[in-house]
């Protein structure tokens, strides 16, 4: 039943990372200053990406996978992606003390760190899945 779960999380991981994109992409090219709603959108990214990359890491010694080099790779990448997942998380609170007004919004620079976390943790996920062949309809 967790191998379902962590199948069909995928999709959700796909929607949330889709909205995060757009949210992250528009507040880019229109200029916006960063604020709580962008902030929220982020913190659901790395937050799915996290649960998946429980999920698996369960799943990883449940199923004695740690004996597959496939699975090795599928693991390490996927971990690799979690990390990347959460660098706005260290770059908003840096700019947040670099900020005149901690508690407002902040500059339009998070909008391009966050599009390019999305773009990174996204790329490590799709190498990381299809090694596995794990994009198959399921």
Do not use: C
């Amino acid at each position: 039943i967790l191998q379902t779960i962590h199948a069909h999380n995928r999709w959700l991981v796909v929607m949330v990372v889709v909205i995060a994109a757009l949210v992250m992409l528009f507040g880019a090219l229109t200029k916006r200053s960063y604020g709580k709603t962008a902030h929220r959108v982020m913190i659901a990214f790395s937050s799915i990406i996290g649960i998946q990359w429980a999920l698996g890491l369960i799943l990883f010694v449940l199923m004695g996978w740690f004996r597959s080099p496939l699975h090795w790779e599928h693991a390490v990448t996927n971990t690799l992606a979690l990390a990347v997942a959460h660098l706005h998380i260290p770059m908003r609170k840096r700019l947040m003390r670099q900020a005149a007004d901690p508690e407002g919004p902040l500059d339009n620079r998070l909008y391009w760190i966050g599009l390019l976390a999305v773009g990174l943790t996204m790329l490590f996920v799709y190498f990381g899945v299809a090694r596995l062949n794990g994009w198959a309809m399921s």
